[in-house]
């Protein structure tokens, strides 16, 4: 039986220079999507799929990070003395529970596996999650709980894939695949850090939720240097294969890369779309823009 998941970490001490000078003083985990930011929809989608304590992975000038889900007073006082309570529950709902968030710095970038390395006092002997804010997955259910189903089946490590063209398998981590690659669980027998298109194993990409367990930590702690010269999740967790259940997901919905400008435009029109409130103002907007 499956261990039950209920932490996870968000890496993001990145610097987000891609969206300079927007993210000059406040971090990308905070440019709104729709109106939430990156990093609420990704803890939103943490909570849905019963995730209990969440961690951050930050760097200096994050702080806005820490205070966006913490309580504010003022604000929740001045709401309630005006009678907003549509706008005060919102606020307090974006709140998580003193002592089931926690801040690890991540003082070099050196990686995604050196930055999940840095969770490793907080994540302990548990399974858990992986969730980075940049990849957004827009369906009728959230990527992560799409995800936690299938675990509570396979258990192991389980990684979100989907595919990308093969002539790009070079800005991806890609799946090298053990017999069928047609289901929506896919059996992993390799994993190849943005290899090349001529010799790419497949074209599944590694996409960005993960299900892994604390021995991961044993391999990120050698410390070992991959492709770019940083330390790579994708090579530690290759070193688990073999000694652990290990499967790729394939879930259903539409990913976005929000650390890509063209990316986080089309995101923002595609939640837009299927917000109520907002889907018929927006869709005569791009008629009439278009």
């Not at 200096?60 to 005060?88: I, V, Y």
Request: aromatic content about 8%; charged content about 25%; overall charge neutral.
């Amino acid at each position: 039986m499956s261990r039950p998941v209920r932490k996870a970490v968000f890496p993001v001490a990145g610097l987000g220079t891609r969206f300079l000078p927007a993210t000059k003083a406040i971090p990308k985990e905070m440019l709104p999507l729709a109106d939430k930011p990156l990093i609420q929809h990704a803890v939103d989608e943490a909570k849905a799929a019963g995730i209990e304590m969440f961690c951050f992975v930050t760097s200096r000038g994050k702080s806005p990070l820490e205070d966006h889900f913490d309580l504010n007073f003022e604000l929740n006082e001045t709401l309630r003395s005006r009678g907003k309570t549509d706008l005060l529950k919102i606020v307090e709902d974006i709140q998580i529970e003193s002592g089931n968030l926690s801040y690890v710095r991540q003082a070099q970038p050196l990686g995604l596996g050196h930055a999940v390395w840095c969770a490793r006092e907080f994540i302990g002997n548990e399974p858990f999650a992986v969730l980075l804010p940049d990849e957004q997955v827009l369906g009728e259910r959230p990527c992560l709980v799409q995800m936690m189903d299938a675990y509570r089946e396979v258990g192991g490590n389980l990684l979100s894939v989907f595919e990308v063209p093969r002539e790009q398998t070079n800005k991806y981590g890609i799946l090298d695949v053990d017999g069928d690659a047609s289901g929506r669980t896919i059996k992993v027998k390799g994993l190849v850090e943005k290899p090349d298109p001529s010799v790419a194993p497949s074209n599944l990409s590694i996409q960005g939720r993960y299900i892994l367990q604390p021995e991961i930590f044993d391999h990120l702690s050698r410390f070992e240097k991959g492709a770019g010269g940083e330390i790579q999740l994708t090579d530690a967790m290759a070193r688990l294969i073999g000694r652990q259940p290990f499967h790729g997901f394939r879930f259903e919905g539409r990913r976005f890369d929000c650390g890509d400008k063209l990316g986080f435009v089309l995101a923002n029109v595609a939640y837009a779309l299927e917000r109520p409130d907002m889907a018929a103002k927006v869709r005569a907007a791009l008629k009439e823009m278009l």
